[in-house]
């Protein structure tokens, strides 16, 4: 079983959520924290909600700016003098019909949580590789794993997560480097609200199935477990995780339950 004492972990999209659940259910583990988002101020809130404030740090991140990763992976990397493990959990959702959604909206969704993720983490795998040992944890969701309407984008972007990530495993095995794919299903976070609608607006409103989904702090804890394990993947919600099994096994009935499942 892993253990995290004196390691220094890296998490994105901490300022809300599974990041920043996953930060607070961290920090008595005797770690170091470097917490990124775009708002400083969210950040700020999410550190003093730790258990040892002061070993936390605070990086603002975007992930639209793939040019700066480089430079953030050296400032990340100058916090503790070394980062161990990086939760790539950062990125956004869309709720909308393909016919109704902006080719501008598709581009959001990779440059976010497709080319966002990977340029931040090829930014960071040198150290990696250098150190011979390191963990990539990447947040995708059960979409990357089977689709469902009004989410085409999200899904598609998740699902490259998957294809890159999966590579990386193989290919860096030899350097003793790490990578867990977690697919949570619906969690009790802004997800839904903050999700773009057809023309690039937020939903601004959230929905039942995301309201009825498991609190973050209990998916924060699952995560741990799935990081302290190394597993190369875990699936994490209620019965949606069943679609990941349908999907295998038998994809026409899993086409036609989440027909009827009406959840938009």
Known sequence: ??????????????????????????????????????RAEKLEETQQLCTCPEDVEILPLDLAKH?????????????????????????????SLIAETDFSVYKTMMDINYLGTVALTKALLPHFMTQNSG????????????????????????HALHGFFDVLRMEHETNNIDVTMVCPGFVQTAVAKNALTADG??????????????????????????????????????????????????????HKVVLKSQVR
Not at 89 to 95: E, H, K, L, T, Y
Not at 209 to 225: C, S
């Open 67 to 95: 040019a700066d990763m480089e430079s953030l992976a050296n400032k990340a990397i100058s916090k503790f003098g070394t980062v161990d493990v990086l939760v790539n959990n950062a990125g956004i959702s869309q709720r």
């Open 135 to 158: 963990h990539f944890v990447t947040v995708t969701s059960l979409m990357g794993k089977f689709g469902s309407p009004y989410r085409s984008g999200y899904c598609g972007a998740k």
């Open 201 to 254: 607006t937020p939903q601004n409103e959230n929905d039942t199935a995301t309201q009825n989904g498991l609190p973050a702090d209990v998916v924060a804890q699952k995560i741990i477990k799935a990081i302290q394990a190394k597993r190369f993947e875990v699936y994490i919600g209620q019965k949606e995780v069943q679609g990941i099994y349908l999907k295998r096994f038998f994809p026409k009935l899993l």
């Open 1 to 38: 079983m892993k253990t995290f004492n004196g390691k220094t972990i890296w998490i994105t999209g901490a300022s809300s959520g599974i990041g920043k659940a996953l930060a607070v259910a961290l920090s008595p583990l005797d770690c170091k924290l470097i917490l990124s988002a775009r």
